[in-house]
């Protein structure tokens, strides 16, 4: 099954496909044997396994896909929190006399600049934004900035804030006239943070 499914650029990546196989064969079978045990289905394992239940086959099928697509989310979500984790700070945002407490991700892929100051630009999520208006924090746009992105051209409002505190640990960063921009594009679904750090800035 492993040889047909598919084309390989080497020996060795036939060879850890063919391990994936097997163990999410495994895994696959424990998955099933487990859901069997919780539901109380009597089974019995030699060289075949016979089912014997009231519930619907089906049922039990389900049972297993459901907890298979929890089990990769979990996974997914693990890793996602394991590299993410470390490049999370905790910021505060002073403007107009008021503080608002938010958590930045330091990314990397933020190489936004003002081109006639030659500041960083950090950029805040929708929600933050939101918050950030409510509390009468901001000014009017100081400027626009056009970016480019996957779907085209946008357009991105400058504001400037009186100052940005980033902790890293017991330390911390303190910036005075900080650009952030606003696009209207939200965050990622589950994300911890509501602003994008320039990597200068920390």
Known sequence: MVVVAGRY??????V??????????????????SCFYLAGIDYTLYYNLNYNS?????????AVFLLTKFTVKSFQLLLKYKYTKPL?????????G???????????????VDTSSGLPIIVVSKNLFKKLEYN?????PVKTLSFSTVS???????YIIDKLVIYNGIEMNIYNNVLIGYSGINFDKGVEYDILLHPSTV
């Open 9 to 14: 650029n080497g020996y060795m990546q036939a």
């Open 16 to 33: 850890k496909t063919f391990f994936t196989f097997i163990c999410l064969t495994m895994l696959s079978g424990g998955a099933i044997i």
């Open 54 to 62: 009231f519930l619907p086959i089906g049922i039990s099928v389900l």
């Open 88 to 96: 999370i700070r905790k910021c505060e945002i002073h403007a107009r």
């Open 98 to 112: 008021k503080k608002l407490t938010a958590y930045g991700f330091i990314d990397s892929g933020n190489s936004l």
């Open 136 to 140: 009468a924090m901001l000014k009017i």
């Open 152 to 158: 085209g051209e946008s357009i991105m409002k400058i």
